[in-house]
């Protein structure tokens, strides 16, 4: 069983920046994709951006390109999310998700709990 925590939210203004962290426990993750997905007040889950195993490939929604860089370090279970440029739109909880079948964008069956992020403006 995979499990995956994240960590590294908070609040922070507009123009500022965060790092997430989510790590993974259990089974290693090392083998898996792995994907932020964040979720805004009264709106749906959106994908944020995505990891292959290996690093190789990436994959970024549109609505955050350029701001946002994903990153894993297989040796410590754990990948990253580093967010430039916040905007209140922004503020959602970000999850992070983990699977072993191909396809950045999904499924993914392994999820965190969630990680708040508040920017204020």
């Known amino acids: 069983q995979v499990h995956l925590g994240e960590s590294g939210g908070g609040l922070v203004q507009a123009g500022g920046a965060l790092r997430f962290s989510c790590a993974g426990s259990?089974?290693?993750?090392?083998?898996?994709?792995m994907g932020w997905f964040r979720q805004a007040p009264g709106k749906e889950g959106e994908f944020v951006a995505a990891i292959t195993w290996n690093g190789c490939s990436i994959l970024y929604a549109d609505s955050v390109k350029g701001r946002l860089t994903i990153s894993r370090d297989n040796a410590q279970n754990t990948m990253y999310l580093q967010m430039n440029s916040l905007t209140p739109e922004d503020t959602a909880v970000y999850y992070c998700?983990?699977?072993?079948?191909?396809?950045?964008?999904?499924?993914?069956?392994?999820w965190g709990q969630g990680t708040q992020v508040t920017v204020s403006s």
């Open positions: 998700a983990a699977d072993s079948m191909a396809g950045l964008g999904g499924p993914y069956r392994y």
């Open positions: 259990g089974r290693t993750v090392s083998s898996y994709k």
